[in-house]
């Protein structure tokens, strides 16, 4: 009899996790997905495309540079008038792209925004009852599914002349915030039914800006909030915001998300400098103790992220110089081979689907998709059909199979 029951629990556990990551691969809820690393286990999504595949295009009031989050068939998006003196939430029918609603934010003393920046770029986050936009000096702002404001917060007037990036996460209740700024930088954790404090942790002041967004990862012993940032990787309690341990950088900036793969986190910095692997789960300053490797990189400025798929670590430079290296050891496979795309200029995180690396280019959002391996081996070169002069840095979006792109200002529904 008790072996039956436990049995029973056993399969009904094994169907309940089954449904759990179908629905996971179903709904994208923050900044590159479930993990916030940019990858997905779904099978649907599309290798080769072009502009006959695109199921649905909207054109957004605004511009923006926020890439597209879902929860169910609701698609949500930012935008912002040319001066940053508004700020735009949009929510989409995910079928049809059609517009469900659009909420303003006025920001009565807007940012300075680098002219790759926007003064809509972090990317919303939902945990399907509620939606996050997050607009640096014109503050974060929770919403109900139908556009109901629940909470809005001042974190602050961030000055500087780079703007924002960094994306809201949702963790349990918690909404947690980079704060990065030419100032007073914080990581905040708001309580996300209320929009109150729960822990605020000091960073580096004058860290130039606020572009890099926080991912959890399990270091073994414990979870950590990992941070890139100007100076280099930080680990923090997700519980309480104390900071873990440091890993020093090769140089600044501090934007690319750090990827991870078997208890190695992996690290640019996004002006030109190494390649870095470190180990979580370490105490204070871990330079010397947890690095364990580090490769030098060419091809200049790496803005998006490092992807590591099996046992290889891709990297691109904004340049489009794309190289591969041995995630063990750091060993380079081959290096700043050129993708095969004139003006090609990359500045979004990557995607991870199908064992490939998927690059979208900032001038008319070709894809470049990459087989890892020992030698350079392009898989497919996608258009959706795009003017050559639209510009965008938003990151791809797998949802139900589908893949949604966005540039500054129109958003793409990319079929199977």
């Known amino acids: 009899m008790n072996k039956r029951i436990i049995a029973s629990r056993l399969l009904a556990g094994i169907l309940i996790f089954n449904t759990a990551a179908l629905v996971a691969e179903d709904e994208w809820r923050q900044f590159r997905g479930p993990s916030g690393r940019g990858h997905s286990a779904d099978k649907r999504v599309p290798v080769k495309w072009d502009e006959t595949k695109v199921l649905w295009k909207t054109e957004l009031k605004g511009a923006g540079q926020s890439s597209p989050v879902n929860a169910g068939d609701r698609l949500f998006l930012t935008g912002a008038s040319a001066d940053g003196g508004k700020r735009y939430v949009y929510c989409l029918n995910q079928d049809n792209g059609k517009l469900l609603w659009e909420r303003e934010v006025s920001s009565?003393?807007?940012?300075?925004?680098?002219?790759?920046?926007?003064?809509?770029?972090?990317?919303?986050?939902?945990?399907?009852e509620r939606v996050v936009?997050?607009?640096?000096?014109?503050?974060?702002?929770?919403?109900?599914?139908?556009?109901?404001?629940?909470?809005s917060r001042n974190l602050g007037s961030f000055p500087g002349t780079w703007g924002v990036a960094a994306s809201p996460i949702i963790l349990d209740n918690k909404v947690i915030q980079n704060c990065d700024a030419e100032g007073a930088s914080s990581l905040v954790a708001l309580d996300k039914i209320t929009g109150e404090v729960l822990w605020q942790t000091k960073r580096e002041d004058k860290p130039k800006g606020g572009w890099s967004t926080p991912v959890m990862i399990d270091a073994g012993a414990r979870e950590e909030l990992v941070l890139n940032g100007e100076f280099g990787v930080r680990g923090y309690d997700p519980e309480s915001g104390k900071e873990l341990w440091f890993c020093k950088g090769f140089n600044g900036r501090g934007s690319p998300v750090p990827d991870f793969q078997d208890g190695l986190l992996y690290v640019v910095n996004g002006k030109p400098g190494d390649l870095y692997a470190v180990r979580p789960g370490g105490s204070g300053d871990v330079t010397g103790s947890r690095m364990v490797w580090h490769a030098k990189r060419t091809g200049g400025r790496d803005l998006p992220s490092p992807a590591v798929v099996g046992g290889y670590v891709i990297v691109s430079s904004m340049s489009g110089m794309v190289s591969c290296y041995d995630a063990k050891t750091g060993e380079s496979y081959w290096s700043s081979e050129r993708m095969p795309i004139p003006r090609g200029e990359f500045a979004s995180a990557p995607l991870v689907a199908n064992g490939l690396v998927y690059f979208q280019a900032v001038y008319g959002g070709q894809t470049v998709v990459l087989k890892?391996?020992?030698?350079?081996?392009?898989?497919?070169?996608?258009?959706?059909?795009?003017?050559?002069?639209?510009?965008?840095?938003?990151?791809?979006?797998?949802?139900?199979?589908?893949?949604?792109?966005?540039?500054e200002k129109v958003v793409y529904c990319v079929k199977p």
Request: aromatic share 8%.
């Open 108 to 128: 009565p003393a807007p940012e300075q925004a680098h002219k790759m920046n926007s003064h809509a770029t972090p990317t919303c986050a939902t945990d399907g």
């Open 372 to 407: 890892p391996g020992r030698k350079l081996d392009v898989v497919a070169l996608n258009s959706i059909g795009a003017d050559k002069g639209e510009i965008f840095r938003a990151t791809l979006a797998p949802i139900g199979g589908r893949l949604y792109a966005r540039s």
């Open 133 to 151: 936009a997050f607009f640096g000096p014109a503050g974060i702002h929770c919403y109900d599914l139908n556009g109901k404001k629940l909470w």
